[in-house]
Structures are given as structure tokens and as C-alpha cells.
């Protein structure tokens, strides 16, 4: 590769990368219209399903990476993945979407305290200040008056699933195809959802509407996204990955307030400010 070549995706990479926040911010906003007309499980089962026939259609030779061994662990990634985007969805059916985003951040908060927790890596008193700003963030969210909301606290649970998500692909991905594991972790996601959805019986997406949005997160927010980041992180630092990867909890917010009418009240926007200080001081922490 040329040297021209290089510099220039160098400078793209974090534009490409900021799409894909964009994207998964805008994700946010139009599930949440889809979700109130279809049911949630239905609806990540067809989305899942979508996604993994993309990325099989873009690399059909993949199939023959995928052996017991990474089933296995990519399997087991995706149960966390799984229930991280089904506790996420119900959450944000009951929530705003501006909380939703703003909790669910909360898995760059909750991963190195996992880490500590399972692998015994160590964690020094920065990182506890920065869960402290996290826990006193996820308060103001979540509590009100006396109760704390159902749809906060589903939320959070995804993104306990999602930090633990985190922690079982940087003990497993070494050594094992990217691309494959993600097949693989979607394809449970789409069992977990397709699972969930049997009481109900499955329906497809009642109309146009509802499948655009299914396509849109399946291709554009799942698959496409996947590529770009992959192609991505090979030009730049893992830690500005991180960072721009963490807007997406911004752009959340910022699309809610302008196209699906959201006011943060002075506690929420409080809550919101906490937790994104939180996640960038443990993302620009790493870098150190």
C-alpha cells in the first residue's frame, strides 16, 4: 500500500467510524416507533436473521471458518450479546430514548469493573471515581421520586450484558476470525430472540414502515456497521476508536430532542452529562 494511500484512509477511518455512531444514535430514535407496533422479540429475530444473511451473502466462504471451537466461544459471546440488545429493546419500549442511550453507555463504565471482578485485573482508585460518577449518573437517570423506572432498569441490565460481552471477546478473539465470530454471535441473537418470541408466535413486521427500520438496523446499523469498524480499527489507534464509538450515546440524544420531541428535565440531562463524563475519562484512561 502506498504511502498517499495510507495517510488518506488514516483520515477517513474516523469519519467512517463517527457514521456508525451516527447510525446506531439514530437507531435508537426510529426502534422506538417500530417497537410499539410490532412485537420486540419478533422484531430483533427478524433483525438479527437480516443482519447474519447480509454479512454470509458479503463472505459466503466464511462458512468454512466457523469449527466447535469458535461456536463455542463465539456462541457463548453471543448469549451476552443476545440479551444485552433484548434487555436494551424492552427497555427502550418503556423509557425515553435520550435514557436509554445514556444508560446503556454504561457498559464502558461496567467493563473494567467486571474485568476486576472475573479476571482479577486490577482496578486503581481513578477508575472507581469514574464508577462513582457512572453510579451518581445512573441515580439521577433512573430514580423517580421514590421508585426507580422498569425501563431504566432493564436497560441497565443490558449493559451489564454488554460489558460482559466485552470482556468474553477480549479473552476469546485472539487467534479466531472476526468476521466468523460475529456471524456466529448474530446467529444467536436471532435463536435468543426467535426463542423469546414462541408464546407469542412470530409475525413479520406489520408494514413498510416497520421493515424499513428492520433493514436499516440489520444492514446499515449491524452489518455495514460491523465492516466499517473492522476496517477501521486497522488504521487507527484502538482507543480513538473507543472514543468516537462512544458518541453514538451523544447522537442518541441529540436526535431525540430533535426529531422525536424529548425535553431532558435539569436531573436527566445532569444524569446524561455524569455518565458520558464517565465513559470518555475511562475510554481516554486506557490510553495512559
Known amino acids: 500500500m502506498s504511502n498517499a494511500k495510507h495517510l488518506f484512509r488514516m483520515k ?31 422484531f430483533l429475530f427478524t433483525r438479527f436473521t437480516l443482519a447474519g444473511v447480509v454479512m454470509l451473502l458479503i463472505r459466503p466462504k466464511v462458512l468454512k471458518l466457523i469449527n466447535r ?9 453471543g448469549v451476552f450479546l443476545g440479551f444485552g440488545y433484548i ?3 424492552l427497555g427502550l419500549a418503556r423509557t425515553g430514548i435520550a435514557i436509554t442511550g445514556f444508560v446503556t453507555g454504561l457498559y464502558i463504565v461496567l467493563t473494567p469493573v467486571f474485568a476486576w471482578l472475573i479476571l482479577k485485573t486490577k482496578i486503581d482508585r481513578f477508575t472507581w471515581f469514574c464508577v462513582g460518577i457512572a453510579t451518581v449518573g445512573l441515580g439521577l437517570l433512573s430514580i ?23 470482556i468474553a471477546l477480549s479473552q476469546w478473539s485472539s487467534g ?3 468476521y ?16 423469546a418470541s414462541i408464546p ?3 409475525s413479520p413486521p406489520p408494514d413498510f414502515g ?10 446499515f446499523a449491524t452489518a455495514i456497521a460491523f465492516i466499517i469498524q473492522t476496517w477501521a480499527q486497522a488504521h487507527m489507534d484502538s482507543i480513538k476508536v473507543a472514543v468516537i464509538l462512544t458518541m453514538e450515546v451523544v447522537f442518541a440524544a441529540i436526535f431525540a430532542i430533535a426529531f422525536a420531541g424529548e425535553k431532558l428535565t435539569v436531573q436527566t440531562a445532569t444524569g446524561g452529562i455524569m455518565v458520558i463524563t464517565a465513559m470518555y475519562l475511562i475510554v481516554i484512561k486506557e490510553e495512559k
Request: with cysteine; proline share 1%.
Open 176 to 178: 479466531r476470525d472476526t
Open 180 to 195: 466468523a465470530m460475529t456471524i456466529v454471535q448474530l446467529a444467536m441473537c436471532a435463536i435468543l430472540s426467535g426463542i
Open 210 to 219: 416497520v421493515w424499513a427500520v428492520v433493514i436499516f438496523t440489520a444492514v
Open 12 to 42: 477517513l477511518a474516523p469519519w467512517a467510524l463517527l457514521s456508525v455512531s451516527m447510525a446506531w444514535g439514530w437507531a435508537f430514535v426510529i426502534m422506538k416507533d417500530a417497537i410499539s407496533r410490532q412485537n420486540v422479540y419478533n
Open 144 to 166: 423517580h421520586g421514590f421508585s426507580v423506572g422498569f425501563g431504566e432498569f432493564l436497560v441497565f441490565i443490558s449493559a451489564i450484558f454488554y460489558a460482559l460481552h466485552i
Open 69 to 77: 471451537d469458535l461456536i463455542l466461544r463465539a456462541g457463548t459471546a
Open 87 to 89: 434487555f436494551q429493546t
Open 200 to 202: 407469542g408466535g412470530y
